[in-house]
């Protein structure tokens, strides 16, 4: 049971340049988010999913696009780096007993 | 839209009791969160309160007012592991996304 886990580990990017953050889950939660975060700040959410098919915006999801084609997975594509852009990103899966649970993170770095 | 209010630091002698408190405005309210996160490391769950009331977990208790719009996190024992940042975090609206505060950074010394 690897729990919640996210590729790459660390990233850079040139402003302008798109790419996909992956998160994979194989406790078959229904529930799964983004979030960036930044220094001294707590946890932006960016989308969310409730389902295969199902997602929606959070608080910041300017500039970022997502998909749920299966439960497992939950990309998180930049469209066109910007350095506004740089943060740590962890993805998150939510169990029934509202338990959620965290990857490792992506520290992605835009220039 | 949510927010949420948590004191920035917070300093506790190691053995000692601490309470971290967050009270939060939002809609469709349905629960409170709380996480801790070390220094370079991933949040991991600590509670969730959906009723109000004391939850106790170990070491660690969490209180929620719904009337209120207030809880708290209690750490009781504290150890120089416990240092790092607590975050409280509300589930809200119809489909319970949770949203979080800037967190508490919580220093424990000898």
């Known amino acids: 049971n690897a729990g919640v886990t996210q590729t790459p580990k660390f990233q850079v990017l040139k402003t302008g340049q798109s790419m996909t953050l992956q998160c994979a889950q194989d406790?078959?939660?229904?529930?799964m988010s983004w979030y960036r975060q930044d220094p001294g700040m707590g946890l932006r959410l960016i989308h969310y999913?409730?389902?295969?098919?199902?997602?929606d915006q959070g608080e910041v999801p300017n500039g970022y696009n997502v998909s749920r084609s299966t439960t497992e997975d939950f990309p998180l594509r930049l469209l066109s780096a910007a350095p506004s852009q740089t943060s740590v990103y962890f993805c998150?899966?939510?169990?029934?007993?509202?338990?959620?649970?965290f990857g490792p993170g992506t520290r992605l770095t835009v220039l | 839209g949510q927010s949420l209010e948590q004191p920035s630091e917070v300093t506790a002698v190691e053995g000692a009791i601490v309470q971290i408190n967050c009270t939060y405005q939002?809609?469709?309210?349905?629960?409170l969160s709380w996480y801790q996160q070390h220094d370079g490391g991933a949040p991991t769950f600590l509670s969730y309160?959906?009723?109000?009331g004391l939850e106790e977990t170990g070491r660690f208790s969490s209180f929620l007012s719904r009337s209120d719009s207030y809880g708290y996190l209690l750490l009781q024992e504290l150890q120089m592991k416990d240092s790092a940042s607590y975050f409280c975090?509300?589930?809200?609206?119809?489909?319970?996304?949770?949203?979080f505060g800037i967190g508490t950074k919580l220093q424990v010394i000898p």
């Open positions: 998150a899966s939510r169990a029934p007993d509202y338990t959620q649970y």
């Open positions: 406790m078959n939660h229904e529930y």
């Open positions: 999913s409730v389902g295969a098919g199902i997602t």
């Open positions: 939002t809609s469709g309210f349905y629960g």
């Open positions: 309160n959906a009723l109000d």
């Open positions: 975090a509300v589930n809200s609206g119809g489909y319970q996304k949770v949203t």
